[in-house]
């Protein structure tokens, strides 16, 4: 089956920060590999193949992908990298990312 696949994902920015959603449909929590470095955020797993092939089986048709999935995109520096958080759930991977101060709103008051 087809292998390095790209998952599909959402990027969301908020007044203080990004959020992506990206699926993952079949990856186990521990197969999933997050890393932030030079302003680039990288996310890796791996849908290992659940077809066990026993004695007398004849496969007829398999569509289901495995194998493994990455995705990469570059953030720049405007991330606050100890302050980023991830979740998954039910084979979506949510990671929010808050911006550093300097990349924030700032309101100026008028004297």
Known sequence: MA???VPAM???ERENEYVIRMDMPGVNREDID???????LTVTGEVKRQHEDKVGDRL???ERCYGKLS???R??????EKKVSANYKDGVLELTLP????MK???IAIN
Do not use: N, Q, Y
Not at 34 to 40: D, N, P, R
């Open 105 to 107: 709103p700032k309101k």
């Open 34 to 40: 997050i890393t932030l470095a030079e302003g680039v």
């Open 10 to 12: 959402d990027v969301t």
């Open 75 to 80: 953030l720049g520096s405007h991330i606050d």
């Open 60 to 62: 007829i048709r398999e």
């Open 99 to 102: 911006k550093a101060e300097e």
């Open 3 to 5: 292998s390095g696949v």
């Open 71 to 73: 995705r990469s995109v």
